[in-house]
């Protein structure tokens, strides 16, 4: 299968990395939406939020018990916002579910 992301966990791609363990990798985005932007992803391709069901979603939450610590060592240290894009409508252009994380400044309240 041809995946940017799966391409990146596997080192075949660099990126500019985080954190890393056994189960998800987060690294920071190659087009920052905020001063701080770095995303994290489970290393089992999933293709997106909108594929989550009861058998899986124990990855998300797994993701979002590290995402506080994730920030705080990014810089973010006076909050953050946390984003996944579903399908074309959603804007997703990576089909690879992952959580953009964006802080380090205040930021603009966007719908579309
Ligand atoms: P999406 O648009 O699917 O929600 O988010 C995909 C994100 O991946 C975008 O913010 C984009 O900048 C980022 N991205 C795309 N290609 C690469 C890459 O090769 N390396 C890194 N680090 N980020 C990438
Ligand atoms: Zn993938």
Redesign the pocket.
Known sequence: MDC?FCS?IEGK?P??KLYEDDKILA?????P?APIHF?VIPKEHLDGADCITQANAEIVSYIFSKIPALAKEAGMTNGYRVVT?VLEDG????RHL?F?VLGGGKLNVVFG
């Open positions: 940017l990146i791609i990126s500019k690294f920071y985005d190659i087009q939406q995303l894009n804007g997703q252009s990576v992952h953009h």
